[in-house]
């Protein structure tokens, strides 16, 4: 089985556009998002679309939850508030439903999802360092779990009763008896200074995992917040990957 797995499309939908073509290429058979459709960029409507035409399973991220009034916007900063008000205006009822509809994990045989941490996944902390990973380690139930959240890739690796382990190559090799937490990154706003859109591909029968990064046209994805009238370092951001 190959899963393209990727989190925090934000409504870029130049980004998203851009990963789906990459992915064509990449023999998926099923296509798994990890959160936060909605917020920061200016095609909300769109890119919950174009999710839904392709993707099989979404978890809730916390601004698709703000967005319809799941969560409240006193966790946001001010920018974030902002994108979150002018977010609820751009959504229909199918999309408010839609995003109404997403739980916060998703689990199958091959691997889990939650957006943020496993423990209290309803408060969308952030897996940043060891001791953030260590009780989502003790709740995974397999031995995979993808995250995003952080709009920055990377892996956790728990071996056995050793310290865990924290890596930022890519490819990743599935190792029995480890348990791996991998950050897939963010298509449609990244943060660790390479403004191309991030995606990740799981292959169950290789047991890989790997983060690949497609060039997209953000200049248009600028250009399009600033005229929407969201705060315009929401668009000046994109340009440098933070």
């Not at 060891?130 to 031995?143: C, G, K, P, T, W």
Request: net charge neutral.
């Amino acid at each position: 089985m190959r899963y393209g797995i990727f989190s925090d499309v934000h409504s870029n939908l130049e980004a998203l556009r851009a990963a789906i073509e990459a992915y064509k290429k990449e023999s998926v058979d099923r296509y798994l998002c990890v959160g936060d459709i909605v917020g920061y960029g200016a095609d909300p409507a769109k890119c919950i679309k174009e999710i839904k035409n392709f993707t099989e399973v979404c978890v809730a991220g916390n601004h698709d939850w703000a967005s319809v009034d799941l969560l409240s916007c006193d966790y946001f900063n001010p920018i974030a508030q902002a994108a979150i008000f002018w977010t609820k205006g751009q959504l229909n009822q199918e999309c408010r439903y839609f995003l109404h509809s997403l739980e916060l994990i998703y689990k199958n045989q091959d691997l889990t999802l939650v957006h943020g941490t496993l423990d209290n996944p309803q408060d969308f902390g952030y897996m940043i360092e060891d001791y953030n990973a260590d009780e989502s380690f003790r709740l995974l139930e397999n031995n995979v779990c993808f995250i995003g959240h952080s709009h920055v890739a990377g892996v956790f690796i728990k071996k056995r009763e050793a310290k865990i382990e924290y890596a930022v190559e890519s490819p990743i090799k599935i190792k029995e008896p480890n348990k791996y937490i991998i950050n897939v990154g963010s298509i449609g706003q990244p943060r660790d200074s390479i403004p191309d859109a991030a995606y990740c591909l799981y292959d169950t029968d290789k047991k890989e995992v790997c983060i690949k990064r497609v060039k997209y046209d953000i200049r248009s994805a600028r250009n399009k917040i600033i005229k929407a009238g969201l705060p315009k370092i929401l668009g000046d951001r994109l340009l440098i990957g933070r």
